[in-house]
């Protein structure tokens, strides 16, 4: 088992990003500063080498929660599985995702899930960005060098996860029932000052 680097002791939050397969799974590790997002790391997990789809389960579940005990995330963001024609693959990524969460659960990791089309969003602003669009913006919001990217992509769409759920949380909630600002002060009108 690895053990936490000391280092992480200066991150107010630390969030792991992941980003399910079966085949390659990519994960992102952003550390917070205040309202500032910066990487730790980021990689992927290989797994065609196991022949047994059983088999690469099991190092999904080893390789992340290996991964939580090493840098000690507050939070885990994972991109949802979309729908597509394949129910096979759908079912495979599904569970991929299911062993990667209890993984994070087995360590009392909470755990938010993104649509891919709000992760691109949150990124790029455009829901149907392309995977090289978001790994530009990523490099740019986050200042990493060009060398320090991988050729699988799957690395880029977790950290793109880990930084949509910096994101999302970092907005004021309106209030619980209300679906905006106008129907929040509807609600709350002696909580509003006026300027």
């Known amino acids: 088992m690895p053990k936490p680097d000391s280092s992480l002791k200066q ?10 397969g079966t085949n390659v799974m990519g994960y992102g590790i952003l550390g917070i500063i205040g309202k500032k997002p910066s990487l730790i790391a980021m990689g992927v997990i290989k797994l065609s080498k196991f022949e047994s789809h059983y088999l690469r389960l099991r190092r999904i579940y080893e390789r992340v929660l290996g991964l939580v005990e090493q840098y000690l ?3 885990m ?12 693959s759908m079912l495979k990524l599904g569970r991929a995702q299911g ?10 990791v909470p755990i938010a899930e993104y649509e891919p089309r709000l992760i691109k969003m949150a990124i790029t602003g455009n829901g149907a960005a392309s995977k090289e669009q978001v790994k530009e913006m990523l490099r740019r919001q986050l200042d990493i060098p060009e060398e320090s990217f991988l050729p699988e992509l799957d690395a880029t769409d977790a950290l793109g996860a880990a930084l949509c759920h910096f994101f999302e949380t970092g907005k004021p909630e309106v209030a619980k029932g209300a679906k905006s600002w106008k129907a929040f002060i509807a609600a709350n009108p002696g909580r509003v000052k006026g300027l």
């Open 11 to 20: 991150y107010d939050r630390i969030i792991i990003g992941i980003d399910p």
């Open 73 to 75: 995330p507050d939070e």
């Open 77 to 88: 963001a994972i991109e949802a599985p979309f729908f597509g024609k394949n129910v096979q």
């Open 99 to 108: 062993v990667a969460m209890a993984a994070a659960l087995s360590r009392d």
